[in-house]
């Protein structure tokens, strides 16, 4: 079957601008891209792109979807239409769930529930412990085999550097990545937001920046000494960003991402006591957001993941001690990029696409995250004129918690395709 994208403007980045080009998809993949000219598309079913953006689809290594165990939040059906409105195409799910991913029956489930009820893929990652409780490690090769593409305990750190050690040595002979939430606990406290000019204005106990950092220290001496592929979450602090700057300046396997939130938010733009601003890590300093930002340009940090952490309105609703960390991400994390670094300048527009799409796929070795012939035909359509008020209520994740709401942004998705079928059309 043939499918033609006529008219849309794809990013080149020879010519470093938008250029018009038409799209030629058989069976779910890429077959063509004609630039210019007017295509024979007779007999096809055909989309006319005219006037929008066709980009790879967006590509998310760090996401929750919640399910199993938490399908109140969250579920794969949900969690992958939220994808899908907010362009991405390809998701890595957290094993955070319950019971934890640590196993290959639960992979399994992952798996065979995206397939039935997702729209988009779903890339599992399983546990690095065992219940991510960090004593036992565990069957990376049977999870592997089940399909996992990485292992974390992310929603905690792994403890003990010696149970770490253990791991990259297992996930350096199986050539998956350690993909690590970074935080040393004894450091941490109980405390919600970062150690600056908030916590101090509200005599609140801070997070502080080496409680993140000491494991990023920790974690790429040992992937030096076992030789694994270290990736660093949602990198928050300058500090980190020395470390991974360091570690890949001396040859260490270590990748890392960053989170939009951290990219345009700080401690200093919390607006006061809101569950929804509570997010780990926290909201970091001026000082550490212009940190991130650098290293994000400079490919310290290779790309951008939203850490789609949905969490319902009863929970959030508890407080700010008492509320679970986490926002929700997908349906924000483009307009919001383009609108702060694309629309002022800072960034060409190739730039953010690349930080989303293929730069995810080179590190993780994924083969969609390109436009060119033989990809899959996962694809994205943008358009970057349009302006929208951020809205919870329009969510399709079942939870609304983000501190974005009322944000006036541009350059909003308007259809997203994955194997040449369209999965989520704005109305
Ligand atoms: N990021 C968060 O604030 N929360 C995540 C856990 C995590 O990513 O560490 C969650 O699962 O809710
Ligand atoms: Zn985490
Ligand atoms: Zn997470």
């Given at each position: 079957m043939t499918l033609w994208i006529v008219n849309g403007k794809i990013w080149d980045d020879e010519a470093g601008d938008l250029v018009t080009a038409h799209l030629r998809v058989e069976d779910g993949a890429i077959a063509a891209i004609e630039r210019g000219g007017k295509p024979d598309t007779a007999g096809a079913e055909t989309?006319?792109?005219?006037g929008l953006l066709v980009s790879a689809g967006f590509i998310d290594m760090h996401v929750h979807l919640r399910d199993p165990g938490f399908t109140h939040k969250e579920d794969i059906a949900s969690g992958t239409r939220s994808a899908a409105r907010g362009g991405f195409t390809t998701i890595a799910c957290m094993p955070n769930t319950r019971p934890v991913t640590d196993t290959p029956e639960t992979v399994r489930y992952i798996l065979d529930k995206a397939a039935r009820e997702g729209v988009v893929n779903v890339l599992p990652i399983a546990a690095i412990t065992k219940n991510e409780l960090g004593r036992e490690l565990t069957d990376f090769a049977a999870l592997k085999e089940a399909g996992a593409i990485g292992f974390s305990d992310d929603g905690?750190?792994?403890?003990n550097a010696q149970m770490m050690k253990e791991a990259m040595l297992r996930a350096r002979e199986l050539d998956l990545p350690i993909i690590a939430h970074c935080e040393d606990d004894s450091l941490v406290q109980g405390a919600w937001v970062t150690e600056g000019e908030f916590s101090r204005r509200h005599g609140l106990k801070g997070i502080p920046n080496e409680s993140e950092a000491i494991h990023v220290g920790r974690d790429v001496l040992l992937a030096e000494a076992t030789g694994a592929h270290y990736h660093v979450c949602h990198v928050s602090t300058e500090q980190s960003v020395r470390l991974i700057r360091l570690a890949k300046s001396i040859g260490v396997r270590v990748t890392a991402e960053v989170c939009p939130h951290h990219l345009v938010l700080s401690?200093?733009?919390?607006?006061?006591?809101?569950?929804?601003?509570?997010?780990?890590p926290p909201l970091r300093t001026p000082r550490d957001v212009q940190a991130v930002i650098e290293a994000l340009e400079d490919g310290t940090i290779d790309m951008i993941v939203t850490d789609h952490a949905p969490h319902a309105e009863e929970e959030k609703a508890k407080g700010v001690d008492l509320a679970p960390f986490g926002i929700v991400g997908f349906e924000t994390a483009f307009p919001l990029l383009y609108t702060k670094f694309v629309k002022t300048g800072r960034w060409s527009l190739g730039f953010l696409l690349r930080r989303m799409t293929s730069d995810p796929a080179r590190v993780f070795g994924l083969k969609a995250g390109r436009l060119e012939?033989?990809?899959?035909?996962d694809l994205t359509l943008i358009d970057l004129s349009s302006e929208q008020t951020v809205d919870p209520a329009s969510f399709k994740s079942k939870s609304r918690n983000t501190p974005f709401a009322g944000w006036r942004l541009q350059g909003w998705p308007v259809r997203t395709i994955v194997a040449g079928r369209t999965v989520w059309q704005a109305d």
């Open positions: 989309i006319d792109a005219s905690v750190g792994v403890q401690d200093e733009d919390i607006p006061g006591m809101d569950p929804n601003w509570k997010m780990n012939a033989g990809a899959p035909a």
